[in-house]
């Protein structure tokens, strides 16, 4: 499986994951440039969720969090900072799901990165 199947398979997880806990996933890979895209923007309640997604087959080369350098953060802000400018937002944060598919599947939330 390359990276691009690993990560989508990592996305539909993460949606399945979070429709799971009740929110509502609004939009899939918003591209605002070629380095910026959110992979999932979802609503819990009243908040606007946006989450990247990080998939690894296993933890060999790092966890799945150990991978959202400091340039991708500032990349996904970007992107947020780009959709608050075209949508009105009342209240939102930022969240990232790891996904571990081996030796057995594990997904950590974290939230409010």
Do not use: W
């Not at 070629?34 to 990247?52: G, L, M, P, Q, S």
């Not at 991978?67 to 969240?95: C, F, M, P, S």
């Amino acid at each position: 499986m390359n990276n691009r199947k690993i990560g989508d398979a990592g996305e539909d997880l993460a949606c399945r994951y979070l429709e799971k806990q009740g929110y509502e996933i609004l939009e899939r890979n918003k591209h605002y440039s070629r380095f910026c895209e959110i992979d999932i923007i979802a609503k819990y309640k009243n908040t606007t969720v946006f989450v990247e997604v990080k998939t690894r087959k296993n933890d060999n080369y790092g966890t799945p969090f150990e991978a959202i350098t400091k340039t991708k953060y500032e990349n996904i802000k970007t992107g947020v900072y780009n959709y608050l400018q075209e949508h009105t937002v009342k209240d939102y944060r930022i969240d990232v799901i790891g996904i571990t598919l081996k030796p057995e599947l594990k997904i950590e939330h974290q939230k409010n990165v």
